[in-house]
């Protein structure tokens, strides 16, 4: 029996639900009712078969990726863009950036039917954006994706250059090498986020510290594109000092992509600490940006 995706208006007539496996989407435009309805109905046309897409390629999406690629499929190549930058820095797959790189072709196959003042399609987290002239979007961050509860919110604006938004950790979806709690990543793109918030995440740790605990991949998963590599699982009792020293090793890897434009900001989160990468107006300057302690530019 062929698998159908399921489509529909959410009970507030305004959202649209796509899902589809493990993709599932919340989208909504606001614009004029004509084509809002079109929007919508490119949207559930490029969704249905998406999955299939990918699971085309599946095999190469969880091999470590290169510069090059021979991947065929629109959404398996902005993927591997998406994570190319990191090819040579450390061991990252396309499968890092397929949340972001899906929700970015839902919307780009709404705008290219439809005439919209604003857009968000979200994918368990990972937004990309659309703001006509005039329109902001406001992001709630969250301390743990897990659980409950907006802690704080930051707004962005139609003259930002953001349009991907993407956060990672280990109480996410996917597992994690690091220890962050949440890392939340503002890009160009959100493939993009997707991509930085893995590396980001990963970076926010303490290796070798005997109350994290950690355990191979593919003996939770077995088909896991992380191998054997040890994910955290746990994380037992830190010290102030220690959970700023872990902050502290994150942001250095956020300023550094940072400074080689690959995102216009991050937020890291552990154990109730934050820092922010990031100036308060990325679009007039691109100085190197400071690392601001419990705040978050709203």
């Known amino acids: 029996m062929t698998r159908l ?17 493990p993709i599932d989407l919340i989208v909504e435009a606001r614009g004029r009712a004509h084509e809002v309805r079109a929007a919508y109905a490119a949207a559930a046309r490029r969704f249905t078969g998406l999955l299939d897409e990918l699971c085309a390629e599946l095999p190469q999406l969880r091999t470590a990726a290169k510069e090059r690629s021979s991947l065929k499929g629109v959404v398996a190549r902005r993927m591997h863009a998406a994570v190319a930058p990191y090819a040579t820095d450390g061991f990252i797959t396309p499968m890092a950036a397929v949340a972001g790189s899906v929700a970015e072709e839902v919307l780009g196959a709404m705008l290219d039917a439809a005439s919209l003042d604003r857009v968000y399609v979200n994918n368990g987290g990972d937004i990309a954006l659309h703001l006509g002239k005039g329109q902001h979007f406001s992001v709630g961050l969250m301390d743990r994706p897990d659980r409950d509860g907006v802690m704080r919110t930051m707004k962005v604006d139609a003259n930002d250059p ?82 700023a020293a872990a902050l502290e090793s994150g942001a250095e890897c956020a300023l550094q992509l940072f400074d080689r434009g690959l995102i216009e900001g991050a937020v890291l989160q552990l154990c109730g600490d934050m820092l922010v990468v990031g100036p308060k107006d990325i679009e007039r300057q691109r100085p190197r940006p400071a690392v601001l302690e419990n705040a978050v530019h709203v």
């Open 5 to 21: 995706p399921q489509i529909a208006l959410l009970s507030d007539g305004r959202r649209l639900h796509l899902q589809d496996g």
């Open 162 to 243: 953001t349009r991907g938004i993407a956060t990672s950790g280990r109480h996410g979806r996917s597992f994690s090498l690091g220890i962050a709690d949440a890392v939340t990543v503002l890009a160009a793109t959100a493939s993009q986020a997707d991509a930085a918030a893995t590396v980001i995440a990963n970076a926010v740790d303490l290796p070798g510290h005997p109350a994290i605990i950690r355990q191979p991949a593919n003996e939770l998963q077995p088909d896991s594109d992380l191998g054997a590599r040890l994910v955290t699982r746990d994380v037992g009792e830190l010290s102030q000092n220690e959970i």
